[in-house]
């Protein structure tokens, strides 16, 4: 396989649920990202990771837990979510995080659409 | 901070009409610009960068230029077909982190 992959593609899960997402780039990047994607609302940032290690946590609600075993795979684990939390959750890598031009230009998988009940 | 505006759709064309998305931004610094593609069902794909002032990027027929004096990087096509359908991202990547506008939706009718 090739690019970013994300499993799965839709998700429906009570708020009660514990589910997880996972995503697996296979081009050598060493950056990745979670993107929550809402109807009508601009691109939300939710965690950058970069050589394991988490850089950026934008606010996001502890229920939602982040983990970056290695620089291939990211995982978005999902506890007891709210219907608001329902939206397209992507995720993305790049080679780097650091300064301009092409090191932080993002791949995206095709997301992961999450509905909850 | 960086945040980018653009224009707010959506858009509807005829096919072999022209298409423009208006994009402006705030930054400090030399950013890089992008546009960014979303088609139905997929994630976001690269669309074409700029990466200083007076830069044009371009693909699949596709064009906008770094203005640095306007603050924009407007994304042209001259004649769109019905596969041009999607949702287009404007976005800025400053010191390390990227803004994404908040797309415009466009869809070309045969």
């Given at each position: 396989e090739t690019g970013v992959t994300q499993t799965p593609r839709h998700l429906v899960m009570g708020m009660t649920n514990k589910k997880s997402l996972k995503c697996e780039q296979?081009?050598?990047?060493?950056a990745m990202y979670w993107y929550k994607q809402s109807a009508k609302k601009p691109l939300e940032l939710m965690f950058v990771y970069n050589f394991k290690e988490q850089t950026e946590n934008n606010s996001v609600p502890s229920r939602f837990s982040p983990e970056c075993p290695n620089s291939s795979h990211l995982f978005l684990h999902l506890h007891t979510l709210q219907p608001e939390d329902s939206a397209l959750y992507l995720c993305a890598s790049s080679q780097g995080t650091g300064g301009t031009g092409g090191a932080n230009v993002l791949t995206f998988g095709a997301g992961s659409r999450l509905t909850v009940l | 901070g960086d945040s980018v505006t653009q224009m707010e759709g959506p858009v509807t064309l005829s096919e072999e009409a022209c298409l423009t998305i208006n994009c402006t931004y705030t930054a400090t610094g030399y950013p890089s610009l992008f546009w960014y593609v979303q088609y139905p069902g997929e994630g976001l794909q690269l669309l074409l960068k700029a990466t200083k002032a007076d830069d044009k990027g371009s693909n699949k027929g596709f064009e906008a230029t770094y203005r640095k004096e306007t603050t924009s990087f407007h994304l042209e096509k001259g004649s769109v077909q019905v596969s041009d359908s999607a949702v287009y991202f404007c976005a800025l990547s400053g010191d390390y982190k990227l803004s994404f506008g908040a797309g415009t939706t466009v869809t070309v009718r045969a």
């Open positions: 296979h081009l050598g990047h060493n | -």
